[in-house]
């Protein structure tokens, strides 16, 4: 059997697969390594979605004698993704505002998949039973629905919107937003400080909400970081963010389980003393 990748012949040793799903598993796994996706599925010259799986997985090897996919670097699918997300919002803001109930019935069909996407990239958008409840009291029916929930879902749909457009942003100007966010960072510095005395004043919500908010930026520069490699791969600040992540990763365990037995002095300690110097020397990259 032969295998494609974008055309081209692949030498990929089959070992116990004995499904075309089997198979694309396989290749799927051994490109996301390279930072790729599979985003077309072609076998023996019938072309085949790959999202509808249950219409090619089953197929058995022995009746296949060619399988070719199509691969994308994995950012410009990502971005694709953000896009149709962010094109299905504005669908249903117009639906709305313009009254068009038959087209807001059809676009509601499509919410299960647009809730499983944005919670894929919004994990803080997932609610306790692991699911993303967007537009929860979204109704075809606008007539019915009174003035003050249809502006409640506009005022939604505008926040979904704006996530959507700043993690765009992140795609198109990666280095740009990478200098934002190590600035963020380091405007966010003095605030680890006041954490133990927050603790020990009983202001337990102001702590988490500082923690959280560092949390937010280290992931934000992580996630940041490939995409800067990938447009320059002499940036010094994605190289200051690999090396900053890796240091921090056994001391930000270590703050999780201080503050979740609310032992303010190993707190302090680990901020003071281990957290804060790895964070000014990755916010000099600023």
Same mark, same amino acid.
């Given at each position: ?66 399988? %070719?996919?199509?691969?994308?670097? @994995?950012?410009?699918?990502? *971005?694709?993704?953000?896009? !149709? =997300?962010?094109?299905?919002? &504005? #669908? ?79 795609? %198109?100007?990666?280095?740009?937003? @990478?200098?934002?966010?190590? *600035?963020?960072?380091?405007? !966010? =510095?003095?605030?680890?400080? &006041? #954490? ?85 020397? @990755?916010?000099?990259?600023?």
């Amino acid at each position: 059997m032969e295998i494609l990748v974008n055309h081209e012949p692949l030498d990929f040793t089959l070992e116990n697969e004995s499904s075309v799903g089997e198979v694309v598993d396989g290749l799927s796994a051994w490109l996301r390594d390279g930072n790729f996706a599979i985003t077309g599925l072609n076998v023996d010259a019938t072309d085949y979605l790959v999202g509808e799986r249950s219409t090619w997985e089953t197929i058995n090897l022995s009746d296949v004698g060619r399988i %070719d996919v199509e691969a994308l670097p @994995l950012s410009n699918v990502q *971005r694709t993704t953000l896009q !149709a =997300l962010d094109e299905y919002l &504005e #669908i249903v803001e117009g639906c709305i505002v313009s009254g068009n109930a038959s087209a807001l019935a059809d676009a509601t069909a499509e919410l299960p998949f647009v809730r499983e996407r944005m919670g894929t990239y919004f994990p803080a958008l997932i609610g306790v039973d692991g699911q993303a409840h967007l537009l929860a009291s979204l109704s075809s029916e606008i007539r019915a629905v009174s003035a003050t929930a249809m502006e409640a879902e506009l005022m939604e749909i505008a926040a979904l919107r704006s996530l959507v457009a700043a993690r765009i942003r992140e795609f %198109d100007a990666p280095e740009k937003e @990478l200098a934002g966010t190590l *600035r963020a960072l380091a405007a !966010a =510095l003095p605030a680890l400080q &006041e #954490i133990p005395v927050l603790l020990q004043t009983g202001k337990q919500k102001a702590a988490m909400d500082a923690v959280v908010a560092l949390t937010e930026l280290l992931d934000k520069s992580v996630r940041l970081t490939p995409l800067v490699e990938a447009a320059n791969a002499d940036s010094s600040a994605s190289a200051a963010v690999r090396t900053a992540t890796q240091q921090l990763s056994p001391f930000l365990v270590e703050l999780s389980g201080a503050l979740e037995s609310g032992d303010t002095v190993l707190v302090g300690d680990l901020l003071e003393y281990e957290i804060s110097p790895i964070l000014q020397t @990755l916010a000099r990259e600023a």
